[in-house]
Protein backbone atom coordinates (compact mmCIF):
# COMPACT_ATOMS: atom_id res chain seq x y z
CA UNK A 1 0.00 0.00 0.00
CA UNK A 2 1.48 3.55 -1.28
CA UNK A 3 1.25 6.18 1.73
CA UNK A 4 1.90 9.60 0.29
CA UNK A 5 4.39 12.34 2.06
CA UNK A 6 2.86 14.13 4.97
CA UNK A 7 0.65 11.31 5.73
CA UNK A 8 0.66 8.76 9.06
CA UNK A 9 2.63 5.96 8.31
CA UNK A 10 5.13 7.84 5.48
CA UNK A 11 8.10 7.31 7.79
CA UNK A 12 7.37 3.93 7.96
CA UNK A 13 6.82 3.59 4.21
CA UNK A 14 9.55 5.29 3.42
CA UNK A 15 12.16 3.14 5.21
CA UNK A 16 10.73 -0.09 3.78
CA UNK A 17 10.30 1.01 0.69
CA UNK A 18 14.19 2.41 0.64
CA UNK A 19 15.85 -0.91 2.44
CA UNK A 20 13.72 -3.17 -0.31
CA UNK A 21 15.24 -1.37 -2.67
CA UNK A 22 18.59 -1.28 -2.04
CA UNK A 23 18.42 -4.99 -1.39
CA UNK A 24 16.89 -5.50 -4.77
CA UNK A 25 19.57 -2.81 -7.07
CA UNK A 26 22.40 -5.27 -5.40
CA UNK A 27 21.08 -8.07 -6.22
CA UNK A 28 20.33 -7.67 -9.44
CA UNK A 29 24.06 -5.85 -9.95
CA UNK A 30 25.24 -9.02 -8.51
CA UNK A 31 23.23 -11.33 -10.68
CA UNK A 32 24.41 -9.36 -13.90
CA UNK A 33 27.53 -9.51 -12.71
CA UNK A 34 28.02 -13.31 -12.04
CA UNK A 35 25.82 -13.63 -15.36
CA UNK A 36 29.00 -12.12 -17.46
CA UNK A 37 31.57 -13.80 -15.75
CA UNK A 38 29.87 -17.47 -16.96
CA UNK A 39 29.00 -15.78 -20.74
CA UNK A 40 32.53 -14.83 -20.14
CA UNK A 41 34.76 -17.98 -19.01
CA UNK A 42 34.81 -15.59 -16.06
CA UNK A 43 36.71 -12.97 -17.07
CA UNK A 44 35.28 -9.79 -15.35
CA UNK A 45 36.45 -7.89 -18.23
CA UNK A 46 33.05 -7.58 -20.02
CA UNK A 47 29.43 -5.23 -20.85
CA UNK A 48 27.96 -6.77 -17.87
CA UNK A 49 30.34 -5.58 -15.11
CA UNK A 50 29.57 -2.45 -16.36
CA UNK A 51 25.81 -2.86 -15.95
CA UNK A 52 26.24 -4.27 -12.92
CA UNK A 53 28.37 -1.39 -11.25
CA UNK A 54 25.49 1.02 -12.60
CA UNK A 55 22.99 -0.70 -10.63
CA UNK A 56 25.01 0.88 -7.21
CA UNK A 57 23.92 4.35 -8.43
CA UNK A 58 20.11 3.75 -7.55
CA UNK A 59 20.85 1.36 -4.81
CA UNK A 60 22.91 4.11 -3.21
CA UNK A 61 20.34 6.73 -3.62
CA UNK A 62 17.98 3.93 -1.65
CA UNK A 63 20.69 3.26 0.53
CA UNK A 64 21.27 7.19 1.51
CA UNK A 65 17.29 7.61 1.84
CA UNK A 66 17.30 4.70 4.63
CA UNK A 67 20.10 6.04 6.44
CA UNK A 68 18.57 9.83 6.97
CA UNK A 69 14.71 8.13 7.76
CA UNK A 70 16.54 5.41 10.37
CA UNK A 71 16.72 7.17 13.34
CA UNK A 72 13.49 8.69 13.18
CA UNK A 73 10.35 6.88 14.55
CA UNK A 74 6.71 7.48 12.81
CA UNK A 75 4.00 8.67 14.88
CA UNK A 76 1.42 6.71 16.85
CA UNK A 77 -1.88 6.31 14.96
CA UNK A 78 -3.73 7.19 18.79
CA UNK A 79 -1.14 10.49 18.17
CA UNK A 80 -1.95 11.30 14.71
CA UNK A 81 -6.30 10.67 15.67
CA UNK A 82 -5.97 12.96 18.51
CA UNK A 83 -4.00 15.75 16.80
CA UNK A 84 -6.20 15.02 13.73
CA UNK A 85 -9.37 16.20 15.91
CA UNK A 86 -7.71 19.00 16.93
CA UNK A 87 -7.26 20.84 13.31
CA UNK A 88 -10.10 22.87 12.14
CA UNK A 89 -11.99 22.39 8.60
CA UNK A 90 -9.86 23.83 5.95
CA UNK A 91 -6.46 23.25 7.48
CA UNK A 92 -3.81 20.46 6.21
CA UNK A 93 -2.41 18.08 9.04
CA UNK A 94 0.92 16.45 7.51
CA UNK A 95 2.85 14.06 10.00
CA UNK A 96 6.40 11.90 9.39
CA UNK A 97 8.02 14.98 8.40
CA UNK A 98 12.25 14.24 7.76
CA UNK A 99 13.20 17.43 6.40
CA UNK A 100 17.36 17.73 5.36
CA UNK A 101 18.89 20.91 4.50
CA UNK A 102 22.49 21.10 3.49
CA UNK A 103 23.73 21.65 7.09
CA UNK A 104 21.12 19.43 8.80
CA UNK A 105 18.34 16.49 9.45
CA UNK A 106 15.73 18.14 11.13
CA UNK A 107 12.36 15.84 11.76
CA UNK A 108 9.24 17.80 12.78
CA UNK A 109 6.02 15.07 13.80
CA UNK A 110 3.46 16.90 12.56
CA UNK A 111 2.71 20.33 10.48
CA UNK A 112 -0.62 22.26 10.42
CA UNK A 113 -1.08 24.52 7.23
CA UNK A 114 -4.36 27.00 7.33
CA UNK A 115 -4.98 30.66 7.20
CA UNK A 116 -1.80 31.76 6.63
CA UNK A 117 0.43 30.04 9.19
CA UNK A 118 2.44 26.73 9.55
CA UNK A 119 2.30 25.60 12.94
CA UNK A 120 4.87 22.55 13.58
CA UNK A 121 6.55 20.17 16.69
CA UNK A 122 9.67 19.34 16.35
CA UNK A 123 10.12 15.45 16.87
CA UNK A 124 11.72 13.35 19.49
CA UNK A 125 15.59 14.48 19.74
CA UNK A 126 18.16 17.27 20.11
CA UNK A 127 17.42 19.73 17.21
CA UNK A 128 18.22 23.39 17.38
CA UNK A 129 14.41 25.26 17.38
CA UNK A 130 15.82 28.16 16.23
CA UNK A 131 17.53 26.46 12.85
CA UNK A 132 14.11 24.68 12.25
CA UNK A 133 11.95 27.72 12.45
CA UNK A 134 14.95 29.89 10.24
CA UNK A 135 14.65 27.35 7.57
CA UNK A 136 11.19 26.49 7.10
CA UNK A 137 10.09 30.16 7.64
CA UNK A 138 12.60 31.28 4.56
CA UNK A 139 11.97 28.72 2.41
CA UNK A 140 8.22 29.38 2.98
CA UNK A 141 8.34 32.67 2.77
CA UNK A 142 9.57 32.64 -0.94
CA UNK A 143 6.48 31.35 -1.85
CA UNK A 144 4.20 33.22 0.52
CA UNK A 145 4.95 36.14 2.08
CA UNK A 146 2.57 37.12 4.64
CA UNK A 147 2.75 33.36 6.04
CA UNK A 148 3.26 33.33 10.40
CA UNK A 149 5.60 30.10 10.79
CA UNK A 150 6.03 28.21 14.49
CA UNK A 151 7.64 26.00 15.16
CA UNK A 152 7.47 24.52 18.61
CA UNK A 153 9.09 21.63 20.63
CA UNK A 154 6.19 20.52 22.93
CA UNK A 155 3.00 18.85 21.68
CA UNK A 156 0.68 20.58 24.69
CA UNK A 157 2.01 24.26 22.86
CA UNK A 158 1.35 22.45 19.31
CA UNK A 159 -2.05 21.76 19.97
CA UNK A 160 -2.68 24.70 22.15
CA UNK A 161 -2.01 26.62 18.71
CA UNK A 162 -3.49 24.15 16.42
CA UNK A 163 -7.22 24.99 18.43
CA UNK A 164 -6.38 28.89 18.46
CA UNK A 165 -5.68 28.44 14.67
CA UNK A 166 -8.42 30.40 12.65
CA UNK A 167 -8.93 29.51 9.31
CA UNK A 168 -8.84 32.73 7.40
CA UNK A 169 -9.51 33.05 4.13
CA UNK A 170 -6.35 33.34 1.93
CA UNK A 171 -5.10 33.21 -1.56
CA UNK A 172 -5.56 29.38 -2.40
CA UNK A 173 -2.77 29.28 -5.05
CA UNK A 174 -0.45 30.69 -2.57
CA UNK A 175 -1.33 28.17 -0.26
CA UNK A 176 -1.22 25.52 -2.38
CA UNK A 177 2.70 26.38 -2.96
CA UNK A 178 3.15 26.53 0.57
CA UNK A 179 1.94 23.00 1.07
CA UNK A 180 3.61 21.78 -2.01
CA UNK A 181 7.00 23.02 -0.69
CA UNK A 182 6.61 21.97 2.45
CA UNK A 183 5.07 18.07 0.91
CA UNK A 184 8.84 18.68 -1.41
CA UNK A 185 10.87 19.17 1.60
CA UNK A 186 10.12 15.43 2.67
CA UNK A 187 12.71 12.99 2.43
Known amino acids: MRVRRGEA ?21 FAVF ?78 VVGGGQVIAVLGNGKQEISYVRSYLTKGIHNWGSDYKVKIVDSEKIFLQ ?4 LSVKEVDEETEDKVKSYLLSLIV
Open 9 to 29: GYLRYKKRKSLMGALLMTLIG
Open 161 to 164: EVME
Open 34 to 111: VIGLLLNQMSNRNLFTIIAVLFVLPGAKFLVAYIVAFPYHPVSSDRYQKVKEKVPEGAALYADLVITSPEKVMHLDFA
